[in-house]
Structure formats: structure tokens, C-alpha cells
């Protein structure tokens, strides 16, 4: 009998909740809605409010943040005794932006700010001692870290050596010793999660970089203004740099939830419109000039245009875009920008094919192996990390790829990971075999000699082994809510919309149909016949569904005609057309 071409997932599907019809009838919404809220953890009337009307001043001020105020002195210390300071920042999107709004606040307080971006591929990921050296070297006083740093002990004794004051923005996971004692630079301190001298902790521990850069930014402003409430030129830089900061907490893909959906919300709204050409030149390359931004278009369009120039080059050029450019050298480095992220498309595709390869011959695809671990000299380290999401996509199992350098002999790595298998913590368990690591539970990067990486695979992979079960490992779809057909109109698409924007803590919402029809024939659509279009009904109903990606499932629904889908509904115009459709995500069919 031949395989079918259906991977079945597990369906998760959310209980009903009772209170969903009164918050609807509260907030005029669809009940659709108010259980989507309620299944992102907002149950309650204010809760709920805040959620879909977010405040500016809901957000936690700056004094909240341990070190913000402690660090904001020294910077304006540094500032009116004309010291050279040095931004030193990470070379991904949360780490540009971050470092392009401490440059204007700076610069807005009156100093004459530097920056400094490692090279991804020279230098790896991180604040480096020799880096540090050549900087106080130039002249430099004062080095502001943003997106890196909690983990750069060797790099603040540099500094110290040097007498170089360090500043260090971060929100990765500081290292721990065997006691779990955090383990700290010897350097001021600015994190989200780090506790401050006298014990405080920060309402918001998942932050981004650019999002504790904006904090210590407005702690600068209220310094310079000597006022809890900026001044004007303050309070606009400040409404400009949310949509910087947006763009860090989107990319760096971190919990939208809270004060991070409010300055994404903010930060959306206002992106269009920035007053920065660089800002400006990134939209139009992007093709999104005169469209409302959401979630998706900073996700898949803008922050892989930034990112791009980092894996493939230097991401100087990028803060370049975002800082000091102007109108007409803000289009041409767009345009290399753009560039660069078809190059880097076409690199992932390549690598991302001897991987799947790879995975298969080295019987890494085996019930019995939960974990991937692969390594190669042909391999982009600016790359890798890219691939790692796409295996986990398709093996469902956490992934660590490694560029190995043959003039070195050392490879850089790059993981993502599942759920219940924090990766930052697994890397620290199989230390030994590493020279460096860093990141997050969902995704972290490390360097190991060409020699070890045998076993950190073993250990890596027995460590999977241990914690991960074959029920981890089978991909799950979590469903908001099972919606008839005569739900699907225009203001349920509309209500939806108002969640808005979708990621990490506040997915895209996906919905669940009952058992309903085929009516008609299937059709492959789209240049290379890859997607499948069709209409589905329920004897009294139709609505008309698109499936991307889904061509090859076109003649067992024809085998079965009956399927439940899961799916988003999306409002499509085509041809003077206007109706409610499916996006359709995945399918279940009968059992024979």
C-alpha cells in the first residue's frame, strides 16, 4: 500500500470556555475572539481591555529596570566630561536596532557616539577581549554593550585592564556555576532578568535587546531633561525609537505578551511613517511602501533584509541604514540589503538540501534519536541557523548545525529547539565539549574544535535521549477554537485582526472546522502547481480554501472527500470579488 503524502500532526485543541460569550458581549467581539483571549492567559474585562487597546502608559518605567538609572548617570557623566563611547552591539536584528537607538539618544544628549559590530564569522557572536582591547586602544572610555554581554567575563577583565568602564544591555541567559550561582562581568549591569544590587527584579524578564536598550534610553532622556516627563525633542525620539524597538522584539521573536505588545503595537503603527531614511529605503526594497505593517511583514520581509547583510557580510552597514545615512546612501544600502538576502536564500536552500540528506543517511531520523546534530566544512556559519528552524520543522526534533572553518579547525554552531527542551540549558550540560556558548531556551549558538564535535553529539544527543519522548517528538497544532461555516464573515476576520501583532506568546490564531465536504474538484494553483485550491461545505454552506504547499495531498482528498481542516479565515477581494476564505493549515482525514 502506498504511504500517503499526510504527515498527520496532533490536534490540540482548546477546551471550551464558558465566560467567552459575556467578555464578547462586553467588548463587542466575536466570541471567537474572546476565547483566542482566553486562551492566550486574558480571561478577565481590564486584562482584556489592555490587551486589545494597548497604553504607552502602561508600560514600566525606566527606574523598574536593575542598573537603568545607575547606568544612565554614568553615560551622562561620560557625555559631559567628552569621553569616547563605544556602542558595541550584536550583529542580528535585535542588536541593530537596539544599537541604532542608544546612537540617536546619545547623540540627542549631546555625545558624539561610536559603534561597534563584531563580525559573525571573524569574531562569532558575543564581546570579545581583543575587541575590546583595540577599542580602549582608540581612545575609547566607556563601552555600552546591546543584545551581548552577560556571558562576557574574559572581555570586562579586558576592559578593567584597559580602564575601560562597561556597560552591559543583554537579556540572553547568564552562565551558572555547578551551585547555579549566576556568574557575572564585572561591569554595570542593565538585564531584564538579572537581579540589581538590592535585589529588584524587572516586571518584564523576556525583554529583547533593543527593548532594554529603549529603557535605558528613556532613562537617559528623563537625566537629560531632568524630569520624569522628557522634554519635546526627547518625547519624540522617543515615540520614533519604539518602532526601532519593535522591529527587535518581533525578529528576536520574544513573547508578545505585555510590554512587549505594547511597544509592537506602537512600534507597528509608527514604522511607516519614520522620520529615518534608512527606515524608509528598508520598506520600499521590501516592496511594503503605502501598506499597513504587521507582524508578519517585519518577521518575513524587513528582518531578513537586516539580517541578511550579517550573515552574508558585515552588519555595520546595516546600523549604517538605521543611524547615519542619508536619504540617497540609505536606497543604496537597501538595495544591498536586498541583495544580500536573495544570495542568502539561495545559500539556505543549498545547505538546507545536504542537510536533509544528511539527517537521513546518518540515521538521525530514527524514532530512536531525539536530537540532530550535524557539522560541515561547505557550510555559511551566518547560515546555519536558519537551516536548524527548517529540520526542526520537519523532523520535530531540536537541531544543532555546525559551520566547521578548516584554517582553524573550530565550527560555529547554531541550534532551535522544541518545546520542553530548553537549548541554552542543554549546551551547559554538555560544556565540556564546547569552547563558547549563548542564547536562549528556543534558540542558542555555540563553538566547538572540529575534534570535539563527535562528542558534543553524543552527549547532545544522549541528553535528548533522556528528557525528550517520542510523544515530543510527533508535531502538534494548537487550535484556538472549532468555528462552524456561518461564523466565517467579515467581522469575525476583522475582530481577529485586532490581535494583531502575531508571534511568539500571541501565535496567529488557527481554527478547526467540523467534518465537512468536498464539493467539486481539487485544483493545483500557483507558478509550479505547488498549492491546492478547493471548496468545502457542510450540505447547507460553502467556503472556498487555499492550501500552500499542500498539492501533493490533492488525490487523497479526492480518495476521501470528507476532511476537517484546521485554518485561518482571510477576507480575499480578487476581480471584484469580496468573501470570507480559508487559509487552510493542515487536514484530517477518516481512518480507514
Not at 500500500?1 to 465566560?19: E, L, N, R, T, Y
Not at 553615560?75 to 563605544?86: D, N
Not at 535585535?94 to 541604532?100: C, L, N, P, S, Y
Not at 536564500?345 to 546518518?362: D, N, S, T, W
Request: charged share 20%.
Amino acid at each position: 500500500m502506498q504511504k500517503s503524502p499526510h504527515m498527520p500532526k496532533d490536534w490540540v485543541i482548546a477546551p471550551p470556555w464558558p465566560g467567552r460569550d459575556e467578555l464578547a458581549g462586553v467588548l463587542g467581539i466575536s466570541p471567537v475572539v474572546a476565547h483566542v483571549l482566553h486562551n492566550r492567559g486574558v480571561a478577565d474585562l481590564a486584562t482584556a481591555r489592555s490587551f486589545l487597546r494597548p497604553q504607552f502608559t502602561e508600560l514600566c518605567p525606566p527606574e523598574s529596570m536593575p542598573g537603568a538609572i545607575a547606568a544612565a548617570r554614568r553615560i551622562q557623566e561620560a557625555i559631559r566630561g567628552g569621553e569616547k563611547i563605544v556602542i558595541y552591539g550584536d550583529y542580528d536584528v535585535d542588536g541593530i536596532a537596539g544599537v541604532a537607538i542608544l546612537w540617536h539618544c546619545l547623540r540627542l544628549a549631546g555625545g558624539q557616539p561610536q559603534f561597534y559590530i563584531p563580525h559573525r564569522l571573524e569574531e562569532g557572536y558575543g564581546v570579545n577581549p581583543q575587541a575590546v582591547e583595540t577599542l580602549a586602544a582608540e581612545g575609547a572610555r566607556l563601552i555600552i554593550t546591546v543584545d551581548c554581554g552577560i556571558t562576557a567575563v574574559p572581555a570586562a577583565e579586558a576592559a578593567r585592564r584597559c580602564g575601560v568602564q562597561m556597560i552591559v544591555t543583554d537579556h540572553h541567559a547568564p552562565h551558572r556555576d555547578e551551585t547555579g550561582r549566576l556568574i557575572l562581568p564585572e561591569a554595570m549591569i542593565v538585564h531584564p532578568s538579572v537581579p540589581g544590587g538590592d535585589g529588584q527584579t524587572y516586571p518584564n524578564p523576556d525583554l529583547s535587546g533593543a527593548g532594554v536598550a529603549f529603557k535605558l534610553a528613556w532613562a537617559v532622556a528623563q537625566l537629560v531633561s531632568e524630569s520624569r516627563k522628557v522634554g519635546p525633542a526627547f518625547r519624540d525620539f522617543l515615540v520614533e525609537a519604539t518602532s526601532l524597538a519593535a522591529l527587535g522584539i518581533i525578529a528576536d521573536v520574544v513573547p508578545l505578551k505585555g510590554e512587549n505588545r505594547i511597544i509592537a503595537c506602537h512600534g507597528l503603527r509608527g514604522l511607516a511613517n519614520s522620520r529615518l531614511a534608512g527606515v524608509q529605503a528598508l520598506i520600499q526594497a521590501s516592496g511594503l511602501t503605502g501598506s499597513k505593517l504587521s507582524g508578519y511583514d517585519i518577521g518575513f520581509k524587513l528582518a531578513p533584509r537586516l539580517n541578511a547583510i550579517g550573515r552574508m557580510g558585515h552588519a555595520r552597514l546595516a546600523v549604517d541604514l538605521l543611524t547615519r545615512a542619508s536619504p540617497e546612501e540609505a536606497v543604496q544600502i537597501a538595495a544591498h540589503l536586498d541583495q544580500q538576502n536573495r544570495a542568502r536564500q539561495a545559500l539556505e536552500r543549498k545547505i538546507a538540501a545536504q542537510a536533509r540528506e544528511m539527517v537521513v543517511a546518518e540515521g538521525q531520523d530514527r524514532d530512536t534519536v531525539r536530537a540532530i546534530v550535524l557539522a560541515s566544512e561547505e557550510w555559511h556559519a551566518g547560515v546555519v541557523g536558519i537551516v536548524a528552524s527548517r529540520l526542526v520543522e520537519e523532523f520535530g526534533r531540536p537541531a544543532v548545525l555546525i559551520a566547521l572553518d578548516p584554517a582553524s579547525g573550530v565550527g560555529q554552531g547554531s541550534g532551535r529547539s522544541i518545546r520542553h527542551f530548553p537549548l541554552h540549558t542543554a549546551f551547559a550540560r554538555c560544556a565540556e565539549h564546547l569552547l563558547s556558548f549563548g542564547g536562549h531556551d528556543a534558540a542558542a549558538g555555540l563553538k566547538v574544535e572540529a575534534g570535539r564535535v563527535g562528542d558534543f553529539r553524543a552527549a547532545f544527543q544522549e541528553l535528548a535521549g533522556r528528557q525528550l519522548t517520542a510523544a515530543d517528538l510527533r508535531p502538534k497544532l494548537h487550535i484556538d477554537d472549532v468555528a462552524g461555516l456561518e461564523q466565517l464573515d467579515e467581522r469575525l476576520v476583522a475582530d481577529l485582526s485586532k490581535l494583531e501583532p502575531f508571534g511568539a506568546g500571541n501565535p496567529s490564531p488557527l481554527l478547526a472546522t467540523d467534518w465537512l465536504e468536498l464539493v467539486g474538484e481539487p485544483r493545483a494553483v500557483g507558478a509550479a502547481a505547488s498549492h491546492l485550491q478547493l471548496t468545502l461545505g457542510n450540505g447547507r454552506l460553502r467556503c472556498r480554501g487555499v492550501a500552500f504547499g499542500k498539492a501533493k495531498l490533492r488525490q487523497e482528498l479526492l480518495d476521501h472527500r470528507r476532511c476537517r481542516v484546521a485554518f485561518r479565515p482571510v477576507l480575499n477581494q480578487w476581480n471584484g470579488r469580496r468573501g470570507v476564505e480559508m487559509q487552510i493549515e493542515d487536514f484530517q482525514f477518516p481512518h480507514p
